[in-house]
């Protein structure tokens, strides 16, 4: 019903800044509530952040706390991850997340629609 695709990923220096985006169609994009999620080389599926319907309630992991803001633009049907300081622990495949539900969750099996994914590494 959903497809997502992110875009924006590429090689930034420690300290640099990027944005990835992910734009949807299907389905109404306001509907859901939308998650990046990242995974580095043998880790596990990490919750980056995540965004509410329509964007009045935001969620993130510790370590991207002041670093890291989610926005979402409904005309557009995207979501959008700002990310400024980049740490070379940043390393990894971004990936965007559509839930149905109305709350913001950090588990990625409420998740129920997914993106390709897009690499983002910074170097030292």
């Known amino acids: 019903q959903v497809q997502l695709v992110e875009s924006g990923g590429g090689l930034v220096q420690a300290g640099g800044s990027l944005r990835v985006s992910c734009a949807a169609s299907?389905?109404?994009?306001?509907?859901?509530?939308m998650g990046w999620f990242r995974q580095a080389p043998e880790k596990a599926r990490e919750f980056v952040a995540a965004?509410?319907?329509?964007?009045?309630?935001?969620s993130y992991t510790d370590s991207v706390k002041g670093r890291f803001t989610i926005s979402r633009d409904n005309a557009k049907n995207t979501v959008y991850l700002q990310m400024n300081s980049l740490k070379p622990e940043d390393t990894a495949i971004y990936y965007c997340?559509?839930?149905?539900?109305?709350?913001?969750?950090?588990?990625?099996?409420?998740?129920?629609?997914w993106g390709q994914g897009t690499q983002v590494t910074v170097s030292s």
């Open positions: 997340a559509a839930r149905t539900d109305p709350f913001t969750s950090r588990l990625a099996r409420h998740y129920d629609y």
């Open positions: 299907g389905r109404a994009f306001s509907s859901y509530t």
């Open positions: 965004l509410s319907r329509s964007g009045g309630s935001t």
